[in-house]
């Protein structure tokens, strides 16, 4: 059966790409699902499911470029990647509100991910939009994992 634990195979520390797609994956997966479960939950109670389910899973490309982005500063910078991720993070919700109470411009607003994927008419939140979204959101989760893949944690 593969050892006391019954795991077939060698045994030792988990690889740092294995490590990063664990994290990943529940990285990727739990923003669809509370996105869903949310859209689900307010249609219910306003008995518009698909209207409501319409405006939050739109959103969830550029979550997913959020989080490239994350894995991408992690891999290339390691735990100072931290620093940069919050403060981007910050800067995205700051244009956000600043755009909602008139101090941003929709130029400036344009720099966040979410602004294409806005409610707004600014936003044209259609497949070809979550196709571009997820394809940016792949290439740095791509770029993070080779430059994780190749650092050298010493």
């Keep these: 059966m593969g050892g006391p634990h019954g795991r077939r195979g060698r045994s030792g520390p988990t690889g740092r790409l294995r490590w990063a797609a664990g994290h990943l994956l529940i990285a990727l997966a739990v923003p669809a699902a509370l996105l869903t479960v949310v859209g689900l ?58 755009w ?5 411009t929709d130029a400036a607003f344009r720099l966040s991910p979410f602004a294409h994927v806005h409610y707004s008419a600014l936003a044209d939140p259609g497949p070809a939009t979550a196709a571009v979204l997820t394809v940016v959101a792949g290439a740095f989760t791509a770029l993070g994992l080779t430059a994780l893949g190749r650092r050298d944690i010493g």
């Design 100 to 104: 909602e109470i008139g101090l941003v």
């Design 41 to 98: 939950l307010c249609g219910l109670g306003s008995g518009d499911v698909g209207g409501l389910l319409a405006l939050t899973l739109p959103l969830l490309p550029a979550v997913w470029v959020v989080t490239g982005v994350t894995v991408c500063a992690y891999g290339l910078l390691g735990r100072a990647g931290a620093v940069a991720v919050w403060t981007g993070f910050g800067l995205v919700v700051a244009l956000e509100f600043g």
